[in-house]
């Protein structure tokens, strides 16, 4: 008996195949279980490597679980071969724990352009937020150095940005120019997913479209939802990634489809604590993904992108 094709590779889907690296829980939407199903919904074949395997967030009071290491896998990495698995169209990346994973991790995206020259790398550099660092202060100068050549599209906070490029982001000029320092190392997208300015949420996104090319930017406000959630960072690139892939050349139309998706699901999660007689400011939320699949699908965008001249 031979073995039978694998219909993604043998008939693709129009969008394309994507391999997420994130970690997973068991109950709760974070890393990859809340990238893979959006991706999925929207049309994608995606095979996700759970890089850490626990009993839910870390938020909670205890967690168990296991941690996947590089040489692990680079095991996957070696099976998937063996067996003509390995093209991609896409690699999606988020929380990475350790210098060692992150290395292996480039070695993956440097063997996966071997087989296909145009993969495209949707990079989370998720490194701390609001001030705080919680990842290892190694892990930033990996990030800086090595990653942020290879990706294809950037998607930092605020503070994460400040950290690539060392440039301080006090107003939305600022956000611009650490867009620009971003391109000049690789990216050719780059998406700042939060900043605040004066008290203000803002994303400001930046798409060169050719080296030298001065980049189109633009900026959505956003409406801040007064909670915090988790698995939101993972869901927006995720969804970054799902809407540029089918509007390349139109990045702010992609964010506006993944805010507006975005905020029609952290409102139905905050709605759904409140009805179940929760204070939503009280701790961390867990989003309600499954119940916003038309969200996903189809988004209705009520915020809009306006572009910088």
Sequence with gaps: MTTPPVLSLA????????????????????????????????????????????SNHTGYPTFKGQVLNGEQLWD??????????????????????????????LKVINKLRTINPNLTYVCD?????????????ELVHVYREKVVPLASMLTPNQFEAEKLTGLRINSEEDGREACAILHAAGPSKVVITSII??????????????KGLKPEQFKIEIHKIPAY??????????????????????????????????????????????????????????????QSQGEIRKPNVELKAERYS
């Excluded at 969008?15 to 990238?35: D, F």
């Excluded at 169209?89 to 290395?103: A, E, K, P």
């Excluded at 996104?205 to 050719?210: F, I, R, V, W």
């Design 125 to 137: 550099p998720v490194m701390g937020d609001e001030g705080k660092l919680y990842v290892p202060e």
């Design 76 to 105: 996957l990495i070696e099976g998937l071969e063996a067996n003509d698995l390995l093209f991609y169209t896409h690699v999606l990346t988020g929380y990475i724990g350790s210098v060692s994973f992150l290395d292996t991790i």
């Design 229 to 290: 959630f988790t698995g939101t960072g993972d869901l927006m690139t995720a969804l970054l990634l799902g809407w540029s892939n089918k509007y390349p050349d139109n990045l702010d139309k992609a964010a506006e489809l993944a805010v507006s998706t975005l905020q029609a699901l952290l409102r139905r999660t905050l709605d759904d604590y409140k009805r179940a007689g929760y204070d939503p400011t009280s701790s961390s939320l867990e989003i309600r993904l499954i």
């Design 197 to 210: 300015i004066g008290g203000i949420l803002l994303l400001i996104g930046s798409h060169q479209k050719g």
């Design 11 to 54: 008939l693709p889907s129009d969008t394309g195949r994507v391999l997420s690296i994130q970690s997973h829980t068991v109950q709760g939407y974070v890393g990859n279980k809340s990238a893979v199903f959006p991706l999925q919904l929207l049309g994608y074949d995606v095979d996700p490597v759970n890089s850490v395997q626990f």
